[in-house]
């Protein structure tokens, strides 16, 4: 079983309906974060989180807000969606006793908005 | 498949010049991408090197699938981990383990 899960893997929606995005990791990691990819650019920080109580901004967080359900779960929402949010969105976890700090990815969520 | 492979640590004296390496197997030509990690901030992108690019960045070609990132006149502030990403299209991301810099003053 994948360490780091999202849900849905594939959404699509129309303009102004709120969604969100699920993220579930069982690697025990105490950080999380969501990014966002678009074509051609790399991936951009939204909100980072480093403890459950920890909830931060990232470059892009207009938009968005997130909630740190527990350790294990940190979900993305769009209050109200705009076609511009029209991206692939990726969670991602890291443990801060690892020497590198390496994130580790979950397989992404392709959100349309029409 | 794709992989990338980076120097896992590397410790050099304020005021040196560091090359960090990034060499990768790939089935195409990628965006490769280098993001900086600071101790406790997540990650910043620092460039962007696509095939269209590549001659501007010191010694990188993307299509000898061998990008460096070049730090000239390090400072203490440069130490952090420095991660290289490969990019095809919007689908697949590969991700280096990292390089820890460490600049000794």
């Known amino acids: 079983d994948a360490d780091v899960t999202q849900t849905p893997r594939n959404r699509i929606t129309k303009t102004g309906k709120r969604i969100m995005l699920e993220c579930s990791q069982t690697?025990?990691?105490?950080?999380m974060y969501w990014y966002r990819q678009d074509p051609g650019l790399g991936l951009r920080l939204i909100y980072y989180?480093?403890?459950?109580?920890?909830?931060n901004k990232g470059e892009i967080s207009d938009g968005y807000s997130v909630s740190r359900q527990a350790q294990a779960k940190f979900s993305l929402s769009l209050e109200s969606a705009i076609p511009n949010q029209t991206a692939l969105y990726f969670c991602?976890?890291?443990?801060?006793?690892?020497?590198?700090?390496?994130?580790?990815f979950g397989p992404g969520t392709r959100l349309t908005v029409l | 498949s794709n992989s990338v492979k980076q120097t896992g640590q590397i410790t050099v004296s304020e005021g040196a010049s560091v090359t960090m390496n990034c060499t990768y197997t790939?089935?195409?030509?990628?965006?490769l991408f280098w993001y900086v990690e600071y101790p406790s901030k997540p990650l910043q992108l620092l460039q962007r090197?696509?095939?269209?690019?590549s001659k501007n960045f010191g010694g990188g070609n993307i299509k000898d699938k061998n990008s460096p990132i070049v730090k000239y006149s390090v400072q203490v502030s440069d130490s952090a981990v420095y991660y290289c990403?490969?990019?095809?299209?919007?689908?697949?991301?590969?991700f280096g383990t990292g390089t820890r810099l460490t600049i000794i003053p």
């Open positions: 991602a976890t890291s443990d801060r006793q690892r020497v590198t700090n390496e994130q580790f």
């Open positions: 690697k025990g990691h105490d950080r």
């Open positions: 990403l490969l990019c095809f299209g919007n689908e697949k991301l590969t």
């Open positions: 790939s089935t195409g030509y990628p965006t």
């Open positions: 090197e696509t095939m269209e690019n």
């Open positions: 989180s480093f403890d459950v109580k920890d909830i």
